[in-house]
Structures are given as structure tokens and as C-alpha cells.
């Protein structure tokens, strides 16, 4: 299995709802990656989980909330969020933790806060 | 931190004619660039990668160099065909984080 699953591809939400993304691999990478992407926009790191533990947090509001279960596994958990929000969330793996950091994606989720 | 730059933004070819996308660094740290390609609605995938300790790779018509002294990259398509045409980002990475450019969108006419 060389893919990066995540659900639900498509996500509305109100301001006031809690909900949670989703993300699986079983490719055995040690790291994995919560990105966010505006359209016409690069991907912007949120999260890095290494060896299942939290290594970068780019200053991410706590209106997001990461967890990472076990190797397989990464959920992003999210509460209260604003409109401006709204974008593609999107996982990653990556076997390397440094170094040759080779991204495998996932299609995303795409959110849509109202 | 890390600043990654682009250039063009947009890139209109014809069938057949060759795209040179550029990028510079800032971070003489960054040790590895990869290239990833997005095409519309999909995910971003890896086409091309190369390391700091490399000058030039190539992987059939995708061709990626390096100049390290001067912190700029550079990715080369020949041969360009309809199926190349989507956003093209490059990125510079140390220490497990990637910095990504803001991206090219390549038209290729047929």
C-alpha cells in the first residue's frame, strides 16, 4: 500500500461544531505532516508528529488540535474555527525524519467553515 | 527561517517547446529540494528530488540542477506534453521541514 488516506474529503462546519480529520498510511513512514492549502497557494506546515510524537508545531491556533494514535495514524481535531479556515487540509508521510524528506500525500480534506 | 522564491508564476508553452521553472533559497542549511507537481484538485506528488551534494539529475524528459554558491535550483521539462500542464512547486528542506515556493501554473497548448 504506497497511499495516504484521508477522510472525509469534503467537510462543512459551523463555528460552534467540533470535528475531526482523519488521515491512515501503511507504508511504515515515521513522520507524519498536517499541511493547510489555500487555493493558488503552496501548502503551509501546520504539524509534524515524529515517532508519534509532536516535533514542530508551526504556532498553529489551538482552535486545531493534532493527535497522532499510533504509527499509522495522525487526526487533526478542530473546534471553534473561523471562515477564513476554510481550505484544503492536507496529510503526509515521509519514511525520512531529516534529511531526504520525500512527502507522500494525501487528496485531502477540503473545509469549508461557515 | 527558510524563504523559498519562484519564478515564473505562470508559464505558457506549446507542445513540444521545453519550461524552465527557477528557484532560490535562503538558507544555505537546506539540504535537500524536491520538486512536486499538482494537478487540479488532486494531491501534491513528488517528480523529482535532489540533494545538496548533487548538481544534476535527470529522470527521462524532467531534468533538476543545483548551484549550491549561488542557492538557486532549477527544473526542466522537455518534449512538453498536454498531460505536463498543472502547478509545479518547488521546496527547500532542513531538518524535517519543507518550505515551499508559491508555485508556477504550467500551460502547455496543444
Known amino acids: 500500500d504506497t497511499e495516504v488516506t484521508q477522510t472525509p474529503k469534503h467537510l462543512v462546519m459551523g463555528m460552534t461544531n467540533k470535528k475531526s480529520l482523519k488521515c491512515e498510511q501503511h507504508?511504515?513512514?515515521?513522520?507524519m505532516y498536517w499541511y493547510k492549502q489555500k487555493a493558488k497557494k503552496p501548502p503551509e506546515l501546520m504539524f509534524v508528529?515524529?515517532?508519534?510524537?509532536?516535533?514542530i508545531n508551526e504556532s498553529v491556533p489551538s482552535r486545531f488540535s493534532p493527535e497522532c494514535p499510533n504509527s499509522s495514524l495522525l487526526n487533526l481535531h478542530l473546534h471553534a474555527l473561523q471562515p477564513e479556515d476554510s481550505a484544503l487540509y492536507l496529510c503526509?508521510?515521509?519514511?525520512?525524519?531529516?534529511?531526504?524528506?520525500?512527502?507522500?500525500f494525501g487528496s485531502g480534506t477540503q473545509l469549508s467553515v461557515l | 527561517g527558510e524563504n523559498v522564491e519562484q519564478h515564473p508564476s505562470t508559464l505558457s508553452v506549446q507542445e513540444g517547446d521545453s519550461a524552465v521553472i527557477k528557484c532560490t533559497y535562503s538558507?544555505?542549511?537546506?539540504?535537500?529540494f524536491p520538486w512536486y507537481k499538482q494537478e487540479l484538485g488532486k494531491r501534491p506528488q513528488l517528480i523529482i528530488d535532489?540533494?545538496?551534494?548533487?548538481g544534476e539529475k535527470k529522470d527521462q524528459r524532467i531534468a533538476v540542477t543545483l548551484n549550491k554558491t549561488a542557492k538557486h535550483f532549477s527544473l526542466h521539462i522537455t518534449e512538453t506534453q498536454p498531460e505536463d500542464s498543472a502547478v509545479y512547486f518547488c521546496?527547500?528542506?532542513?531538518?524535517?521541514?519543507?518550505?515551499f515556493g508559491d508555485g508556477t501554473t504550467l500551460t502547455v497548448k496543444p
Open positions: 503526509a508521510s515521509s519514511q525520512e525524519l531529516s534529511g531526504l524528506v520525500k512527502l507522500f
Open positions: 507504508m511504515g513512514h515515521r513522520a
Open positions: 508528529y515524529s515517532y508519534e510524537k509532536l516535533s
Open positions: 538558507d544555505s542549511a537546506s539540504n535537500y
Open positions: 535532489i540533494r545538496s551534494n548533487v
Open positions: 521546496a527547500a528542506t532542513y531538518a524535517g521541514k519543507s518550505t
